[in-house]
C-alpha cells in the first residue's frame, strides 16, 4: 500500500517498527487535546477554526464563507 503514495516499502517498514517518531507524534496528540479535538476527522483552518465528522460539502463552503467573514469584520 505504501508503493501506491510513492513511499519506500522498507523505509516505511522501518518507521513502523521503530520510536522514531513517538514523541512527535505524541507531542501533536497533546495539541490536539489542548485544541479540544476529540473526534476525526476534524479539519482546522487558520489555526483557529475546526470543523469535525465527515462533512458534505456544503458544509466546508458554509464554514469557509463564514470564517471568511469574520477574518474580515477583525481586519477592519
Known sequence: MVEKVG????T???ILHSDKYVQAVRQEQNNFKQMGITSVPTFIINDKYALTGGQPSESFIQALKQINEEEAKQEQ
Not at 513511499?7 to 522498507?10: S, T
Request: charged share 55%.
Open 12 to 14: 516505511a517498514r522501518d
Open 7 to 10: 513511499l519506500n516499502k522498507d
